[in-house]
């Protein structure tokens, strides 16, 4: 049964994070919100299935409750309708792509040095609040600091995505 909800959450999971991207059924930005919360509550059952029951709470009330409440406000306060989208310029799509592979490599890079995680015990999902939060501040700081550094980009992604053109 673990294995079949394994599956099932994964599957979910990857789907619903196509959709926020690749969105079908319509060009409004809400709908890729709703699908981004739908990715993280999936997460959140991925995180059940691994008896972290505390990191699946933190995951819904935190991210799909705080963070996605703070994107739809900014894609509502932008008030986009689909004929204002800005287009995207193919120099400036080139240039974007080059620096965000950049950057990709230039973090790899940075990692792989580093030697992050060299030496380290297997994580456990298991076990009280106060390990987690050392374990994470201390061991994982890295990914930790990463993960912030993605939702910082890809918040102003959305701003930047979204705005309009100035005639």
């Given at each position: 049964m673990q294995a079949?909800?394994?599956y099932l959450f994964a599957a979910l999971t990857l789907l619903c994070?196509?959709?926020?991207?690749a969105n079908p059924f319509?060009?409004?930005?809400?709908?890729?919100a709703m699908f981004l919360v739908l990715t993280i509550v999936s997460l959140a059952g991925l995180f059940v299935l691994l008896h972290a029951f505390f990191l699946a709470a933190v995951q819904i009330l935190v991210y799909a409750g705080a963070v996605m409440v703070l994107f739809l406000f900014?894609?509502?306060l932008l008030d986009l309708k689909e004929e204002e989208r800005r287009k995207i310029k193919a120099g400036a799509g080139v240039?974007?792509?080059a620096a965000a592979g950049g950057i990709a490599l230039l973090m790899i890079a940075v990692i792989r040095q580093s030697n992050a995680g060299v030496g380290l015990k297997p994580a456990s999902a298991e076990g009280s609040t106060l390990d987690l939060g050392k374990r994470l501040f201390t061991d994982y700081a890295l990914p930790f600091e990463l993960i912030s550094l993605v939702l910082?980009?890809?918040m102003i992604g959305t701003v930047l995505l979204s705005k309009k053109d100035l005639k």
């Open positions: 079949c909800l394994f994070g196509v959709l926020v991207i319509t060009r409004n930005p809400v709908t890729s900014v894609i509502m240039l974007g792509l910082l980009v890809a």
